[in-house]
C-alpha cells in the first residue's frame, strides 16, 4: 500500500495543467485553460482546467476531478496506477508497504493484463541486449537498420526466442498466469487431448522482433513483431489481438513518445509503419505517429485531434499504395482538422529518405515539400486524365467531394477558391456541384436507420417532487458557498424585531451590520434552526467542514478536491466549475460583463440558509395539512400551520419574494 504521506506529496506537488497538457492540447483562457474533450468528439471545446483550485472539468460529458482522476478516467489507471505515474513524472520517492499475495490477487483483470505485458516488454527487451540468440538476430536486424543503442532502449525494442514455448514458459515460471498471457495474445492456447492438461501453449510472437505498442501514457497495451526470415507462409508482420487493453483502431503507434513534440510543434506526421516512426525519431523529428499499417480510423484520427488541428501525411513514391491510402484524407478533413501531404521520392519512404539525409536536410524536405490535399490529388491523378475531358471531369468531382467532408464553410469556400484557380473552372460550377453532393449526403442520411433515443420517463411533477428537488438545491448552494468562500470575512445584516403587538405582525426595526465568517455565519443559523442535510453527500461534505472548522479554524478545500471518496471529489469539482462555464463562452469579447458574486456575499449567503428554512416550512406544512384529514385534534394542528405560515411570510419578505 502507498503511504499517506507519498499521496499527500503527490497531490501537493503535481499540476493538473501540466499532467492533462500531455493528452489534450489547452489553450490559455483568462485565468484558465481550455480545450477539445478526451472523452467526446466535439469540435468547440468544452473542457476546461483550472490551475488555481487544481480541478478540470469536462462540460460535455459531466466529467471531472484533479489531476489522480484524470488519469483514472483517460488512462483507465487504478488510484495506485495514477499515484504512481504522477510519483514517476514528479520524482517523487514511493513509500509503500509489500503487497500481500491476496492482495495481488485481488487486483482486477486488465490490470493484471497490463502486468503480463509490462513483463513481457521487459522480458523481449533483455532477449534482445542479452541473450546470444537475441544479439544474434534480433539486435544484428535493428543495428543494420542504423538505430542506435539509445533509440533501442527508448522504444523498448525486443527479441522473442525463436522457440516454441521460450516467453510463456518464462513468464509461468514467473508466477504470471496462463489466463492472462492468452487473453493478451502473447500467448496461444489450443486444446490437445494427447497433452496431461488437455491443453497445449506456445508463443505467438516466435522468432520475430518485437515492437511495444504503447498508450498515450506510456502504458504496454500489445505488440507488434516482425518476422525476419523468408518464411512465405508466415505474416511479414504480426500484431496482438485485440483484447480488453488493446484495440488496434484506438491506437496509434508512437502516440506515446511524439505527444509533447506535436503539441508542441502544432503539427503531427503520420506515416505507415513502427520503423518509419522510429527512424524520424532518431533523426530528430519526433512529432510522428503510424497507424500501424492498418487504414485509418475515425478514433485514431480523434487521439491526435487532442493534440494539434494539423496533420501531415508523408507517402512515399508506390502510387498503388497512395491510391489505397488517399481515403485517410477524406476521413481526416471530415473530422476537422487540417490535412497536408508530402510524397518522397520514388522508392524512398520516411524511413530510408531519413537515413539518406541529415538531420536538417530532412526538415527542410519536410518544410518545403508539404502540399494542400488539392495540390496532391492534381498531381497525383491529372497526369491519369491528360487531355482526356471526362478524366479530368472526373478528378475535379473526386477533389469536391473531399471539400465536401470539411466542416468549417469558410474553408470549404477557400478550396474551392483554390481549386477553381488550379483546374482553371468556374467557382460557380464547383458551388453547385457541392451543392448537389450536399443534398446527395442529406438524403442519404435520412434513409439510413437510426436509433432513436428512448424518451426521457415523463414525471408528475408533484408538489412533494419539486420540494424535494428545491430542498437538494439550496444544500448545493450552501455547500457551494462554504467552500468558495467559506473562510471570507464579510459584513452580514442583522434585523432586530418587536414582538407581535395586536394581532400584527413583528416588522424590523432597525438594521445593523456585523463582521463574521461566512462559515461560521452559516453553522451559526443552521445550527440554531437544528437543520439537517437530506442529502447524504452533502451531510458528508458539511460534517467534514465543520470538522476543519473546530480543529484548524479554516477550510481546506483541496481535501475534498482530493478526497478519497471519487463521489465526494467529483461531486465537489462539479460545484466549483460550475460558475467556470460562461468562461467557455467568451461573454467579455461579447462586452456582456459577468457580475462578480463576492461583491453580493452577504446576500447570496443569507438567500441560501432563508431559502432553505423556507422550503423546510412549506414541507411541514404540507405534512401538517395532511395530517389534519386524519385527526380529530384539529384546532391545535391549524393554529401549528398558521404559525409556521406567518414564519413563512416573513422569511420571503426577508427574501423579497411575493407569496
Same mark, same amino acid.
Given at each position: 500500500m502507498i503511504s499517506r504521506s507519498t499521496i499527500d506529496n503527490v497531490f501537493e506537488t503535481a499540476r493538473v495543467e501540466e499532467v492533462i497538457g500531455e493528452f489534450v492540447q489547452l489553450k490559455k483562457s483568462g485565468s484558465n485553460f481550455k480545450g477539445l474533450s478526451p472523452f467526446s468528439d466535439e469540435r468547440?471545446?468544452?473542457?476546461?482546467?483550472?490551475?488555481?483550485?487544481?480541478?478540470?472539468?469536462?462540460?460535455?460529458?459531466?466529467?471531472?476531478?484533479?489531476?489522480?482522476?484524470?488519469?483514472?478516467?483517460?488512462?483507465?489507471?487504478?488510484?495506485?496506477?495514477?499515484?504512481?505515474?504522477?510519483?514517476?513524472?514528479? $520524482?517523487?520517492?514511493?513509500?509503500?508497504?509489500?503487497?500481500?499475495?491476496?492482495?495481488?490477487?485481488?487486483?482486477? /483483470?486488465?490490470?493484471?493484463?497490463?502486468?503480463?505485458?509490462?513483463?513481457?516488454?521487459?522480458?523481449?527487451?533483455?532477449?534482445? =541486449?542479452?541473450? $546470444?540468440?537475441?544479439?544474434?538476430?534480433?539486435? %544484428?536486424?535493428?543495428?543494420?537498420?542504423?538505430? !542506435?543503442?539509445?533509440?533501442?532502449?527508448k522504444f523498448q525494442l525486443g527479441y522473442s526466442l525463436n522457440e516454441w514455448e521460450a516467453f510463456t514458459s518464462e513468464a509461468i515460471n514467473k508466477g504470471y498466469n496462463l489466463k492472462y498471457l492468452e487473453s493478451t495474445g502473447l !500467448?496461444?492456447?489450443?486444446?490437445?487431448?494427447? %497433452?496431461?492438461?488437455?491443453?497445449?501453449?506456445?508463443?505467438?510472437?516466435?522468432?520475430? @522482433?518485437?515492437? *511495444?505498442?504503447?498508450?498515450?501514457?506510456?502504458?504496454?497495451?500489445?505488440?507488434?513483431?516482425?518476422?525476419? !526470415?523468408?518464411?512465405?507462409?508466415?505474416?511479414?508482420?504480426?500484431?496482438?489481438?485485440?483484447?480488453?487493453?488493446?484495440?488496434?483502431?484506438?491506437?496509434?503507434?508512437?502516440?506515446?513518445?511524439?505527444?509533447?513534440?506535436?503539441?508542441?510543434?502544432d503539427n503531427c506526421y503520420l506515416v505507415e509503419g513502427y520503423t518509419d516512426v522510429i527512424s524520424f525519431h532518431q533523426a530528430g523529428v519526433e512529432n510522428v505517429v503510424s497507424s500501424s499499417g492498418t487504414a485509418l480510423t475515425e478514433n485514431q484520427i480523434r487521439l491526435i485531434n487532442r493534440l494539434t488541428k494539423n496533420v501531415t501525411i508523408l507517402f512515399d513514391g508506390d502510387a498503388a499504395g497512395i491510391r489505397a491510402s488517399i481515403r485517410g484524407?477524406?476521413?481526416?478533413?471530415?473530422?476537422?482538422?487540417?490535412?497536408?501531404?508530402?510524397?518522397?521520392?520514388?522508392?524512398?519512404? *520516411?524511413?530510408?529518405?531519413?537515413?539518406?539525409?541529415?538531420?536538417?536536410?530532412?526538415?527542410?524536405?519536410?518544410?518545403? $515539400?508539404?502540399?494542400?490535399?488539392?495540390?496532391?490529388?492534381?498531381?497525383?491523378?491529372?497526369?491519369?486524365?491528360q487531355n482526356d475531358p471526362v478524366k479530368k471531369a472526373g478528378l475535379i468531382r473526386d477533389i469536391v467531394v473531399s471539400i465536401s467532408k470539411i466542416p468549417d464553410r469558410i474553408q470549404r469556400e477557400v478550396y474551392i477558391q483554390e481549386c477553381s484557380r488550379i483546374m482553371d473552372i468556374s467557382e460557380n460550377v464547383l458551388f453547385? /456541384?457541392?451543392?448537389?453532393?450536399?443534398?446527395?449526403?442529406?438524403?442519404?442520411?435520412?434513409?439510413? *436507420?437510426?436509433?432513436?433515443? *428512448?424518451?426521457?420517463?415523463?414525471?408528475?411533477?408533484?408538489?412533494?417532487?419539486?420540494?424535494?428537488?428545491?430542498?437538494?438545491?439550496?444544500e448545493q448552494e450552501i455547500i457551494k458557498i462554504l467552500l468558495l468562500y467559506g473562510n471570507n470575512e464579510v459584513e452580514f445584516e442583522n434585523f432586530d424585531e418587536v414582538e407581535e403587538v395586536d394581532g400584527n405582525e413583528?416588522?424590523?426595526?432597525?438594521?445593523?451590520?456585523?463582521?463574521?465568517?461566512?462559515?461560521? /455565519?452559516?453553522?451559526?443559523? =443552521?445550527?440554531?434552526?437544528?437543520?439537517?442535510?437530506?442529502?447524504?453527500?452533502?451531510?458528508?461534505?458539511?460534517?467534514?467542514?465543520?470538522?476543519?472548522?473546530?480543529?484548524?479554524? %479554516?477550510?481546506?478545500?483541496?481535501?475534498?478536491?482530493?478526497?478519497?471518496?471519487?463521489?465526494?471529489? $467529483?461531486? @465537489?469539482t462539479n460545484i466549483l466549475m460550475d460558475d467556470e462555464k460562461h468562461t467557455m463562452s467568451n461573454w467579455e469579447r461579447k462586452n456582456i460583463i459577468i457580475k462578480s458574486k463576492e461583491k453580493d456575499l452577504p446576500k447570496m449567503v443569507l438567500d441560501a440558509i432563508y431559502n432553505l428554512r423556507r422550503v423546510l416550512i412549506e414541507q411541514k406544512i404540507t405534512s401538517l395539512s395532511v395530517e389534519i384529514a386524519n385527526t380529530n385534534d384539529r384546532e391545535q394542528i391549524l393554529e401549528t400551520v398558521v404559525n409556521y405560515t406567518n414564519l413563512k411570510h416573513r422569511i420571503c419578505e426577508r427574501l423579497n419574494r411575493v407569496i
Amino acid at each position: 500500500m502507498i503511504s499517506r504521506s507519498t499521496i499527500d506529496n503527490v497531490f501537493e506537488t503535481a499540476r493538473v495543467e501540466e499532467v492533462i497538457g500531455e493528452f489534450v492540447q489547452l489553450k490559455k483562457s483568462g485565468s484558465n485553460f481550455k480545450g477539445l474533450s478526451p472523452f467526446s468528439d466535439e469540435r468547440t471545446p468544452s473542457f476546461m482546467v483550472s490551475p488555481v483550485k487544481q480541478i478540470w472539468k469536462d462540460f460535455s460529458t459531466g466529467k471531472g476531478g484533479n489531476a489522480v482522476s484524470f488519469l483514472m478516467e483517460h488512462e483507465h489507471y487504478s488510484y495506485p496506477e495514477a499515484i504512481r505515474y504522477l510519483a514517476k513524472k514528479y $520524482n517523487i520517492e514511493i513509500d509503500e508497504t509489500e503487497q500481500s499475495d491476496e492482495q495481488k490477487q485481488q487486483a482486477d /483483470e486488465r490490470e493484471s493484463m497490463f502486468l503480463v505485458s509490462e513483463f513481457a516488454r521487459d522480458y523481449f527487451h533483455k532477449i534482445l =541486449l542479452e541473450d $546470444n540468440q537475441g544479439k544474434a538476430i534480433g539486435l %544484428s536486424y535493428f543495428k543494420e537498420r542504423g538505430y !542506435t543503442e539509445d533509440t533501442i532502449k527508448k522504444f523498448q525494442l525486443g527479441y522473442s526466442l525463436n522457440e516454441w514455448e521460450a516467453f510463456t514458459s518464462e513468464a509461468i515460471n514467473k508466477g504470471y498466469n496462463l489466463k492472462y498471457l492468452e487473453s493478451t495474445g502473447l !500467448t496461444i492456447v489450443k486444446q490437445d487431448l494427447l %497433452s496431461a492438461t488437455g491443453t497445449k501453449q506456445f508463443d505467438r510472437f516466435k522468432g520475430r @522482433v518485437m515492437f *511495444p505498442i504503447h498508450s498515450m501514457s506510456g502504458r504496454v497495451l500489445g505488440f507488434g513483431g516482425r518476422i525476419l !526470415t523468408n518464411d512465405k507462409k508466415a505474416a511479414k508482420y504480426l500484431n496482438s489481438p485485440d483484447s480488453d487493453i488493446y484495440h488496434k483502431s484506438n491506437i496509434l503507434y508512437g502516440i506515446h513518445y511524439a505527444k509533447k513534440a506535436i503539441a508542441k510543434e502544432d503539427n503531427c506526421y503520420l506515416v505507415e509503419g513502427y520503423t518509419d516512426v522510429i527512424s524520424f525519431h532518431q533523426a530528430g523529428v519526433e512529432n510522428v505517429v503510424s497507424s500501424s499499417g492498418t487504414a485509418l480510423t475515425e478514433n485514431q484520427i480523434r487521439l491526435i485531434n487532442r493534440l494539434t488541428k494539423n496533420v501531415t501525411i508523408l507517402f512515399d513514391g508506390d502510387a498503388a499504395g497512395i491510391r489505397a491510402s488517399i481515403r485517410g484524407i477524406d476521413l481526416i478533413l471530415e473530422q476537422g482538422l487540417n490535412v497536408k501531404v508530402i510524397l518522397f521520392p520514388d522508392g524512398d519512404d *520516411p524511413d530510408s529518405f531519413s537515413k539518406k539525409v541529415s538531420s536538417e536536410e530532412l526538415k527542410e524536405y519536410l518544410q518545403s $515539400n508539404a502540399q494542400d490535399f488539392i495540390n496532391f490529388k492534381v498531381s497525383l491523378l491529372m497526369e491519369e486524365a491528360q487531355n482526356d475531358p471526362v478524366k479530368k471531369a472526373g478528378l475535379i468531382r473526386d477533389i469536391v467531394v473531399s471539400i465536401s467532408k470539411i466542416p468549417d464553410r469558410i474553408q470549404r469556400e477557400v478550396y474551392i477558391q483554390e481549386c477553381s484557380r488550379i483546374m482553371d473552372i468556374s467557382e460557380n460550377v464547383l458551388f453547385s /456541384e457541392l451543392a448537389q453532393l450536399d443534398k446527395k449526403e442529406g438524403r442519404e442520411a435520412s434513409k439510413r *436507420p437510426h436509433q432513436e433515443r *428512448p424518451l426521457a420517463p415523463v414525471l408528475e411533477k408533484t408538489a412533494q417532487f419539486e420540494k424535494v428537488n428545491e430542498l437538494t438545491k439550496y444544500e448545493q448552494e450552501i455547500i457551494k458557498i462554504l467552500l468558495l468562500y467559506g473562510n471570507n470575512e464579510v459584513e452580514f445584516e442583522n434585523f432586530d424585531e418587536v414582538e407581535e403587538v395586536d394581532g400584527n405582525e413583528a416588522k424590523p426595526l432597525k438594521k445593523e451590520y456585523q463582521l463574521n465568517i461566512v462559515s461560521k /455565519e452559516i453553522y451559526l443559523n =443552521l445550527q440554531e434552526d437544528e437543520v439537517e442535510f437530506t442529502d447524504e453527500r452533502f451531510k458528508q461534505i458539511y460534517y467534514e467542514i465543520i470538522h476543519q472548522l473546530n480543529q484548524d479554524k %479554516s477550510i481546506f478545500v483541496d481535501s475534498f478536491i482530493n478526497h478519497s471518496d471519487a463521489d465526494i471529489s $467529483n461531486l @465537489v469539482t462539479n460545484i466549483l466549475m460550475d460558475d467556470e462555464k460562461h468562461t467557455m463562452s467568451n461573454w467579455e469579447r461579447k462586452n456582456i460583463i459577468i457580475k462578480s458574486k463576492e461583491k453580493d456575499l452577504p446576500k447570496m449567503v443569507l438567500d441560501a440558509i432563508y431559502n432553505l428554512r423556507r422550503v423546510l416550512i412549506e414541507q411541514k406544512i404540507t405534512s401538517l395539512s395532511v395530517e389534519i384529514a386524519n385527526t380529530n385534534d384539529r384546532e391545535q394542528i391549524l393554529e401549528t400551520v398558521v404559525n409556521y405560515t406567518n414564519l413563512k411570510h416573513r422569511i420571503c419578505e426577508r427574501l423579497n419574494r411575493v407569496i
